[in-house]
């Protein structure tokens, strides 16, 4: 994934229009968000980071083994002690390495877990986000998927 040199919030390190329509999808949608990165795990997205080039590929089986771990971690110490993993359900928007075996830790902690784009092609990913786009109708309603243009009988 492309990253702004120029940046220093998480939100803003990652350029490119992937990562942009998973942020648009997941504030469409209402989801709180994070950013999974190679380097520092999982990050808020206005954490201030330094600009790295690094990616989860890079690293050796038993450091990617550790990653996963980690993320799971830092996932779990967001919870409130009030808090049962059982009742919580996390959407992981990123590439199959990213997600695989992040969603079976997960998974096995008793979170409900969902990754919609693990393991398909860049170009069906951004058809994903596109085709599941809120918007919102001039009355007000909210709607998903593609604006549905009215068909009008042909005149005679």
Not at 65 to 75: F, P, T
Not at 127 to 141: E, I, W
């Amino acid at each position: 994934m492309t990253k702004n040199p120029a940046a220093q919030r998480a939100a803003e390190l990652y350029a490119s229009q992937l990562f942009a329509a998973r942020v648009r999808y997941c504030e469409e949608h209402g989801l709180t968000w994070f950013v999974l990165s190679a380097r520092f795990g999982l990050v808020v997205p206005f954490q201030k980071l330094p600009h790295y080039d690094q990616t989860i590929e890079q690293k050796t089986p038993m450091e990617r083994a550790g990653w996963h771990l980690g993320v799971a971690r830092q996932l779990l110490e967001l919870l409130d002690d009030s808090d049962n993993p059982r009742k919580v359900s996390i959407e992981i928007h990123a590439g199959a390495a990213y997600c695989s075996p992040l969603s079976e830790v997960l998974r096995a902690t008793g979170f409900t877990v969902e990754t919609p784009v693990a393991g398909i092609a860049i170009g069906q990913q951004l058809q994903f986000y596109s085709l599941n786009r809120l918007h919102q109708s001039a009355d007000g309603r909210l709607g998903l998927g593609v604006p549905v243009v009215p068909e009008f009988p042909a005149e005679v």
